[in-house]
Nanobody
Framework: QVQLVESGGGLVQPGGSLRLSCVVPGMSLDVYDVGWIRQAPGKEREGVACIDDTEDSAYYADSVKGRFTISRDIAKNTLYLQMNSLQPEDTAVYYC???????????????????WGQGVQVTVSS
């Protein structure tokens, strides 16, 4: 089981930006579909964005399209989530995920059978 470590969370004003990072050990050596998951208070976990490693294609939840960008630096074994125009509705704990299973698609933004990191809190509030 790969150990994932997220960082970059915090408190930001509405309209602000934040970049989350996740170290994915072995990303430079193995094929991983990777992504970001979030869970807001009182809500179910939802996939935010993911990258299909085979196709090198990114997919996003409708709620974040145009505002969030998922990317990765394979050489650094790091996954990123650039979050712009943050809204209070984005407040959640954010988790990164990496899995050998080719789960990522427009319909499947996170692998429910997989695992994810400990998560970081993102709070958007004035």
């Amino acid at each position: 089981q790969v150990q994932l470590v997220e960082s970059g969370g915090g408190l930001v004003q509405p309209g602000g930006s934040l970049r989350l990072s996740c170290v994915v050990p072995g990303m430079s050596l193995d094929v991983y579909d990777v992504g970001w998951i979030r869970q807001a208070p009182g809500k179910e976990r939802e996939g935010v964005a993911c990258i299909d490693d085979t196709e090198d294609s990114a997919y996003y939840a409708d709620s974040v399209k145009g505002r969030f960008t998922i990317s990765r630096d394979i050489a650094k074994n790091t996954l990123y989530l650039q979050m712009n125009s943050l809204q209070p509705e984005d407040t959640a704990v954010y988790y990164c995920q990496a899995d050998h299973t080719p789960y990522c698609s427009s319909e499947t933004l996170y692998y429910k059978r997989g695992s994810w990191g400990q998560g970081v809190q993102v709070t958007v509030s004035s």
